[in-house]
């Protein structure tokens, strides 16, 4: 079964780049057709999908972010990983990668895909 975990520093200041990664095991993110996803959840807010690289390389955002995100993958090391630049403490949030069928941009719950256990990023100076 494939199994996903964050990983990336815990504090990030104003104005710097918030980077994580996420490394799947028991399964390649070369392999079908999925989507791994980047997905946010702010303190009191809903899940907000970030983006996602598909198995074949391409790469898609959401609107509200697309600015300032890079999402990029190393396949040597079954890996992918999100680069938000610029960050303001409205970027504080727990941050998720997860694996979906689809492309799916809207409606995410944790009864969905695969999932990390989620990683808390607090940006503040």
């Known amino acids: 079964q494939v199994q996903l975990q964050e990983s990336g520093p815990g504090l990030v200041k104003p104005s710097q780049t918030l980077s994580l990664t996420c490394t799947v095991s028991?399964?390649?993110?070369?392999?079908?057709?999925?989507?791994w996803n980047w997905i946010r959840q702010p303190p009191g807010k809903g899940l907000e999908w970030i983006g996602a690289?598909?198995?074949?390389?391409?790469?898609f955002y959401g609107p509200s972010l697309k600015s300032r995100t890079s999402i990029s993958r190393d396949t040597s090391k079954n890996q992918f990983t999100l680069q938000l630049g610029s960050v303001t403490p409205e970027d504080t949030a727990v941050y998720y990668c997860?694996?979906?069928?689809?492309?799916?941009?809207?409606?995410?719950?944790?009864?969905?895909?695969?999932w990390g256990q989620g990683t808390q990023v607090t940006v503040s100076s």
């Open positions: 028991g399964g390649s993110i070369l392999s079908g057709y999925y989507y």
């Open positions: 690289i598909q198995s074949t390389g391409s790469v």
């Open positions: 997860a694996r979906s069928d689809i492309l799916k941009t809207t409606g995410w719950n944790r009864e969905y895909g695969y």
